[in-house]
């Protein structure tokens, strides 16, 4: 697979017969080579994308809210394995309204032990949790730098 393209102010490359990739990105001087090497796949047996979609329990804002430092002190013990996460917001941005996580483990049982030990699952801010896995199909992440 050749990912070789250019998208915006950035472009992406295989190298190292498909162990990396390098990206170059455009800065307001000009054009530097920023090639930074990304292993990719990651090291070790992490080879399968689990999304975890979670719903908060109506009125869960303060026990959300309680747990909040714990949930991120947890979330960072899992920093190698979590591709992305974040919080789920209502349409007006006032209100969280549930959890958001694709994370790289190597079976669906990985995965829900993942949520099982994570804060807000085990202090019961989530009123339903889904587990999917996940092919990652496009990826750009450039355009969420301004989100």
């Avoid at 030990?117 to 990826?139: C, D, M, P, Q, Y």
Wanted: charged share 25%; aromatic share 10%.
């Amino acid at each position: 697979m050749n990912l070789q393209g250019s998208v915006a102010s950035h472009s992406m490359s295989r190298c190292k017969a498909g162990t990396c990739i390098a990206l170059s990105c455009w800065s307001r001087a000009g054009w530097q080579a920023r090639d930074a090497m990304l292993e990719y796949p990651p090291p070790g047996d992490k080879d399968m994308l689990w999304m975890i979609n979670c719903t908060d329990k109506p009125n869960s804002a303060a026990l959300r809210e309680k747990y909040l430092a714990t949930h991120r002190a947890y979330l960072d013990g899992w920093n190698d394995r979590i591709f992305f996460s974040g919080p789920q917001q209502s349409d007006d941005g006032d209100t969280f309204v549930g959890s958001f996580f694709i994370i790289d483990v190597p079976s669906r049982a990985e995965a829900q032990r993942f949520i099982e030990g994570e804060t807000f699952h085990a202090a019961g801010v989530f009123e339903s949790v889904n587990i999917r896995r996940l092919k990652k199909g496009r990826f750009h992440p450039q355009v969420a730098d301004a989100a």
